[in-house]
């Protein structure tokens, strides 16, 4: 296994002095000890990983040295257009190496190692979309023993071929490391706040929740109340997208309220949605917001230091609200379903969930019919 501290010590090593991405759950030891052991400066949890991309490109146009690019597989899409259309040798040829968190990898029999639904595809395309982009890779797992000549050749070949490398990771290739946070705990978990808002909902209300630990915890607590699942959508990939896909069925269905269940890290990955969604007066939109991306490890966003309800308001969502407690939940949820026009309620909630926390035990395929089913009635 591959020592997050002699990772470090070989990107100084190696004069990659700068680091951005996307935390992933597969790369959660090395972007703790990053948090931990990097300047604030030098390394940036970004908004998403084509935001981290445009981060390399400037710090390598100020500096000329290639910095390290971090993400799941997953969110190698949303890179694809900053290093295709100006990373790339026949562009603007800029040097960085990628590190790539392999989801649903494909082990060397060529069978597929089991991981969630949505990292399914992503886990099969992977080395392809590589391939396609025409970016060097180098693959490391459990057995890889020092990291410090792999990245060396990587940085290497991204110097002298003026453009992307990377590095894929095995699942469990990194060795442990701990990371410590602090948090307040006198806050709502966020079960009990999603406890909470699908308390107050009348139940035509449907909901479209985020990726990630909410859509767990709202599948658990459906079952835990003995509810079937129909009312929900639960968005198990497309981190970032649950918004519009919320926006899409609300305006599709202007007769009923919409709920979209997100989390702070979600919103802020793909923060222009808000002035799209503020357009839609159905929509009930709230964010939970512990300032973390909690699924992947805990590392921090800015959502802890912003005040997302004024953000929404100034993105033109009619009335804004903010909330600690399930009284205030309670309260302000059924005043934005009494009125109308667009509403965002930002709920304040601590870090974290339960260890025993369970996965759904549908399919997205299974469960997509009847919340189609569910859209239709009152049609």
């Known amino acids: 296994m591959i020592d997050p501290l002699e990772f470090i010590a070989s990107l100084e090593k190696l004069d990659i002095r700068f680091v951005a991405g996307v935390p992933d759950s597969l790369l959660k030891e090395v972007c703790a000890c990053l948090a931990a052991r990097f300047p604030p400066k030098q390394h940036i949890i970004a908004a998403n990983e084509g935001s981290a991309i445009g981060l390399a490109i400037g710090h390598y146009l100020a500096t000329r ?132 808002v699908i308390q107050a909902l009348p139940p035509d209300v449907p909901i479209v929740s985020t990726t990630g630990m909410a859509s767990r915890e709202l599948f658990e607590l459906r079952t835990a109340a003995g509810e079937g699942h129909e009312r929900d959508f639960l968005t198990v990939g497309g981190m970032g997208h649950a918004s519009q896909i919320a926006t899409g069925i609300a305006l599709a269905r202007p007769d009923r309220a919409v709920l979209c269940l997100d989390g702070d890290g979600a919103l802020l990955m793909h923060l222009g949605g808000l002035a799209i969604s503020a357009d839609c007066p159905n929509l009930l939109h709230v964010v939970l917001n512990n300032g973390a991306h909690d699924s992947v490890g805990g590392q921090p966003t800015k959502g802890a230091q912003l005040d997302l309800s004024q953000i929404a308001m100034a993105c033109g969502y009619a009335r804004v609200f903010r909330a600690t407690t399930p009284d205030e939940i309670t309260r302000h949820l059924q005043t934005m379903l009494s009125g109308r026009g667009s509403s965002l309620l930002e709920i304040k909630c601590k870090r974290g969930a339960r260890p025993n926390l369970g996965r759904p035990d549908r399919s997205p395929s299974q469960s997509k019919p009847e919340f189609m089913q569910f859209l239709q009635e009152g049609v």
């Open 65 to 196: 040295r290639p910095a390290l690019v971090y993400m799941q597989n997953a969110g190698l899409g949303n890179a694809v257009n900053p290093i295709a259309s100006l990373a790339d040798q026949q562009v603007y040829g800029i040097p960085m190496v990628l590190m790539i968190g392999w989801r649903g990898e494909i082990r060397s029999d060529g069978t597929q190692l089991h991981d969630e639904p949505q990292h399914v595809k992503q886990g099969q395309i992977t080395l392809s979309q590589l391939e396609i982009l025409g970016i060097p890779f180098r693959i490391v797992d459990q057995q890889t023993g020092s990291i410090e000549p792999i990245l060396r050749e990587l940085r290497n070949l991204a110097l002298s071929s003026s453009g992307p490398t990377a590095l894929v990771v095995r699942k469990q290739s990194f060795a442990p490391f701990k990371f410590s946070t602090s948090d307040d705990e006198s806050r709502l978990t966020r079960e009990a706040a999603i406890a909470a």
